[in-house]
């Protein structure tokens, strides 16, 4: 199941799909654990509300077959065999919405098998023979006088559990409890109150049930089934939202120490199956972690450390699916890393060798989705490393070869929404490699090219925020175009049209600060051309128009970079005005009140560079109003001494 080959670690939620899955392990593991309970022990209470249908009925339930196999070792007669049925027929008795669901009987044979694989596997055979949905099995044993029994439990009739990108894997179907003493029913009740929770996708409840659980009895060493059903629950509980930032990180912060536990407890396991899908839930939760912003670079590391115990796993048992998946997970964490300004290189390097390790397993296995998806995060790595400086024209030029080869076999498999990413991703490698100096003539067109067909196919898709993601990436690259002279007017205005398209698509859709971006990108654009002399007092004003809307989005998320870059572009624009004679003094004044504020809020950020260059043309348009009448001497002096001040005298 390689869930995690198109991950990008942004969904969190698989909660009805998982229902499915956890009733028939909820219903499967009551039956060997309630054999311990007495009358004493307290029912579950169903759920307030069950679900009603259209016609205000509730729905009928689907019927669940559970048999209990012999235990092995259990000379009594079948006395546990026969034990956990009446406790768990008593048990249901008290819950009518259970006792509708299940059907309940002795089965009378026993699983057998050389190994635990292969009674699982012996398991689920005569379970698909009976059409059966769970079968109880295992062993009772005689520990120091004392009798205690060790139950397993298959849900035979395994529907397909789809699970989203970013979500974690599920509890295993064969679900082994530590050996308890059949004195101890209260640690069994609270184990059956907490599934129950977990069946009815009540993670609040859970969570409480499970941790009462574990406060009130010790499971010895052998408990790594139970810390993966807990850690499902706080996963869980932490997906589904609406909780405060503190609880939602706390919640996943739990999760994180049970995977860590259950990853401990199963890192004996003969197959490496259980400890595997520890590690990989542990990795893909702190990845979440890092997400929300709580020590990032640490809970990235954190994250790698984890997969790569998963890479020497799969190397020492052969498993290469599950290297597969962790070397995906693991190129991604590392150009995190990067981005974070991490070890940029040796980062990007590594990401490289992992993305490089799946794309060849790939194309060795002929597995033509993973290959092409490997081959477009390879492609990412490289274009990254470029952008560091490494090599910028091979590595782009590696990049662009990758992303070709993306395309191409997406393409070929139907994909239209890979396609098109991989199109958008190549318009922007091919972009880069201009702005090196490389046909930058050339390459940028083979960027708009790019750009366009991502942008029909998106268009096509109805993917209204791919769509503007692809016509702002054309805006930028029609500008860049006519910054080397190629038919500057003409690309000018085929830039503007991008970019508006772009900034209308945005508004719809909400979003301030990609919204906020594009509007700056068009203002640059009309300013260009109203600095041209084409149609100036038009496209100057436009460009004002474009920068004020900028900065209202921009201050209301408190960007403080993006709102003194406003209004330096503002003073720039006030100031092309003047220039131009359009009501010189007044512009003039206006160019200096942003340039001033400009200047002032470079100086909060510490940012000499932006505040030297608001000084340069703050100097200038103090020049400009001297030169225009309005108190020469003054203006005069004040521009010179704004001027030095711009080159650090």
């Not at 993306?406 to 929404?417: G, R, S």
């Not at 003039?588 to 009140?593: A, E, W």
């Amino acid at each position: 199941m390689n869930k995690y080959a198109n991950r990008t670690f942004t969904s969190h939620y698989a909660l009805r799909a998982g229902f499915s899955f956890l009733l028939g392990i909820l219903l499967a593991i009551m039956a060997p654990l309630v054999y311990a309970a007495d009358e004493s022990t307290p029912a579950a209470s169903p759920p307030a509300d069950e679900s009603i249908d259209e016609a205000g009925t509730s729905p009928s339930p689907v019927k669940l077959e559970i048999r209990v196999a012999r235990f092995a070792s259990d000379d009594e007669a079948f006395s546990a065999q026969q034990g956990i049925i009446k406790y768990l027929e008593s048990y249901v008795a008290q819950e009518p919405r259970l006792k509708k669901r299940i059907g309940l009987r002795a089965l009378p044979i026993l699983i057998t098998g050389d190994t635990r694989e292969q009674q699982e596997e012996s398991a689920q055979q005569v379970g698909r023979k009976q059409n059966l949905t769970v079968i109880v099995w295992g062993e009772v044993a005689t520990a120091f006088k004392d009798q205690e029994f060790r139950p397993r439990v298959t849900w035979v009739k395994k529907s397909e559990v789809k699970i989203p990108d970013g979500q974690i894997i599920p509890p295993m179907e064969t679900a082994l409890l530590p050996a308890q003493s059949i004195t101890e029913p209260v640690q069994t009740a609270r184990f059956i109150r907490f599934l129950i929770s977990l069946e009815d996708g009540n993670w609040t409840d859970g969570a409480r049930q499970f941790d009462e659980l574990m406060s009130a009895a010790s499971f010895g060493p052998n408990a790594g089934d139970l810390y993966s059903y807990g850690a499902y629950a706080y996963y869980n509980l932490y997906a589904m939202g609406g909780a405060t930032e503190a609880a939602s990180s706390e919640s996943l912060g739990k999760a994180i120490g049970l995977f860590k536990k259950e990853s401990e407890v199963e890192r004996g396991d003969p197959t490496g199956v259980r400890y595997g899908n520890a590690l990989l839930n542990l990795g893909m939760s702190y990845r979440e972690l890092a997400n929300r912003g709580v020590d990032s670079t640490q809970n990235i590391r954190s994250a790698i450390s984890a997969l790569q115990d998963i890479v020497r796993l799969g190397e020492g048992q052969k498993n290469p699916a599950r290297t597969v998946m962790a070397q995906n997970m693991l190129g991604e964490n590392y150009r995190v890393l990067a981005q974070r300004g991490v070890e940029p290189e040796q980062h990007l390097r590594s990401s490289i060798t992992a993305f490089s390790d799946v794309a060849r397993f790939e194309k060795e296995q002929k597995n033509g989705v993973g290959y092409a998806v490997a081959q477009g995060q390879l492609g990412l790595s490289y274009h990254a490393l470029s952008g560091w400086g490494v090599a910028p024209e091979e590595n782009l030029k590696l990049a662009i070869a990758a992303l070709q080869e993306a395309a191409k076999l997406t393409k070929e498999q139907k994909n239209v929404a890979g396609t098109a990413k991989m199109q958008n991703d190549l318009g922007r490698s091919y972009k880069a490699l201009s702005e090196w100096g490389v046909t930058p003539e050339e390459n940028l067109k083979l960027s708009i090219a790019a750009f366009q067909e991502a942008a029909r196919l998106r268009l096509e898709q109805k993917d209204g925020v791919g769509h503007a993601e692809s016509q702002n990436d054309l805006g930028l690259s029609y500008q860049a175009l006519s910054q080397w002279g190629v038919t500057p007017e003409e690309n000018l205005k085929l830039s503007i049209a991008a970019f508006q398209e772009a900034a209308r698509l945005r508004l719809e859709q909400k979003d301030g600060a990609d919204y906020a971006n594009t509007e700056n990108n068009l203002g640059q654009v009309y300013q260009t051309l109203g600095m041209k002399g084409i149609e100036t007092e038009q496209n100057l004003q436009s460009s004002i128009l474009a920068f004020q809307e900028a900065g209202r989005f921009w201050k209301e998320q408190q960007n403080g970079v993006g709102v003194a870059n406003v209004q330096n572009s503002l003073g720039l624009s006030y100031q092309g005005l003047a220039r131009y004679g359009i009501v010189p003094a007044e512009n003039f004044k206006r160019s200096i009140d942003f340039l001033e504020e400009a200047a002032r809020l470079w100086t909060e950020q510490n940012n000499k560079t932006g505040y030297a260059m608001a000084q340069h043309y703050l100097g200038v348009s103090y020049r400009g109003l001297a030169d225009a009448g309005v108190a020469p001497e003054e203006n005069g002096k004040r521009a010179d001494q704004v001027m030095k001040e711009s080159s650090g005298q």
